[in-house]
Nanobody, 128 residues
Framework: QVQLVESGGGSVQAGGSLTLSCAASGNIETSHCMAWFRQVPGKEREGVAS????????FYTSSVKGRFTIFQDSASNITYLQMKSLKAEDTAMYYC?????????????????????WGQGTQVTVSS
């Protein structure tokens, strides 16, 4: 059974950078969708970035475009979220997620209801 474990969260000042990691255990043989979400207390979980592991398609929500990059090391099955120029409003619990049956047509969007595997989350706090 595949499990996802996030790491790399922490506290950083505004303008700083962090890179989150999501390690997938278990055997994943087919291309699929990976995504990062974030959630602050009292708000819905928001899709931040997503990618199709079998191609070049990547999606970013507008508030992080140009600052965040999602990528994967396929050899190790680790998916990363590189975050630069962090802002206070990026403060949240960040979750990685997988849709092992997704990616039809090579597209993967960060729609929460389409993802069935979730990590436990890693906290990112940006101080202004």
């Amino acid at each position: 059974q595949v499990q996802l474990v996030e790491s790399g969260g922490g506290s950083v000042q505004a303008g700083g950078s962090l890179t989150l990691s999501c390690a997938a255990s278990g055997n994943i043989e087919t291309s699929h969708c990976m995504a990062w979400f974030r959630q602050v207390p009292g708000k819905e979980r928001e899709g931040v970035a997503s990618m199709y592991t079998g191609g070049s398609f990547k999606f970013y929500t507008s508030s992080v475009k140009g600052r965040f990059t999602i990528f994967q090391d396929s050899a190790s099955n680790i998916t990363y979220l590189q975050m630069k120029s962090l802002k206070a409003e990026d403060t949240a619990m960040y979750y990685c997620a997988a849709d092992l049956w997704g990616g039809s047509g090579g597209y993967c969007y960060a729609n929460r209801d389409e993802y069935h595997l979730w990590g436990q989350g890693t906290q990112v706090t940006v101080s202004s």
